[in-house]
């Protein structure tokens, strides 16, 4: 099933992938949510790891350095560079604390200090507005930092769109140049779930979620 198909039910075993009814930040009512913050082992975060290591590999660009928003992006850009120096990858890894410290070195910026001229990748679980590039471009330009960011890496594109008629990877595209790439799609998952066998499904109701979502994805954001 390639390793889309293979992060898709990995969610759902996980238990990050769900389908029902979920109200978000948005206001917008979802037939399916996608939590990071479920995994709770080592195994789980090492495949994750592995998932994001796959994406970058397949779409690596001119990055020399990756970059994890505190708090979700710290160990999601931890695991990832791990997984990418067992690749033959090895790249610098960066990532900020929320709060400046009023003692020791008082960075907001841990493990490599981005320098200029470097293209960072940012590694985040999902976006919806674009906000991790935005605040990862604003603590930058607050620190003096004259690097770019190159790209960022998610886990799911939900398709959806913003306030406008762009949806928020759209905008990122347009407003920063960034380039965005993610392990899978809302339209993956859907296809993901019309393709359960019949007999001993992984999602029970599979088809109904995937109607559920694709009626979702053609007043929210592109169709699929």
Not at 34 to 51: A, D, H, M, P
Not at 90 to 118: A, Q, T
Not at 152 to 179: F, H, K, N, P, W
């Amino acid at each position: 099933m390639g390793y889309k198909g293979e992060f898709i039910e990995f969610m759902v075993n996980s238990g990050s992938l769900a389908f029902g009814e979920f109200r978000l930040n948005s206001g917008r009512i979802s037939p399916y949510f996608i939590n990071t913050g479920s995994y709770r082992t080592g195994q789980q975060i090492w495949k994750l790891g592995k998932y994001y290591a796959a994406c970058f590999a397949e779409n690596v660009g001119s990055a020399n350095c990756l970059f994890g928003p505190a708090y979700k992006g710290i160990p999601l850009v931890t695991i990832t560079s791990v997984k990418l120096a067992e690749k033959g990858i090895d790249l610098n890894v960066s990532f900020n604390r929320k709060e400046r410290k009023d003692h020791g070195e008082g960075d907001l910026i841990m493990g490599y200090r981005p320098v200029p001229g470097d293209r960072i990748a940012i590694i985040e679980d999902v976006t919806t507005a674009g906000t991790s590039v935005r605040e990862t471009i604003a603590l930058l330009q607050e620190l003096g930092i004259d690097a770019s960011i190159a790209a960022l890496y998610i886990s799911v594109d939900r398709m959806e769109r913003g306030t406008g008629a762009l949806t928020a990877i759209g905008q990122l595209r347009q407003e920063y140049g960034v380039d965005v790439f993610s392990i899978a799609t809302a339209a993956d998952i859907v296809d993901y779930l019309e393709n359960q066998p019949e007999k001993r499904p992984t999602v029970p109701n599979a088809k109904i979620h995937a109607k559920n979502m694709r009626e979702y994805l053609k007043l929210y954001g592109a169709a699929v």
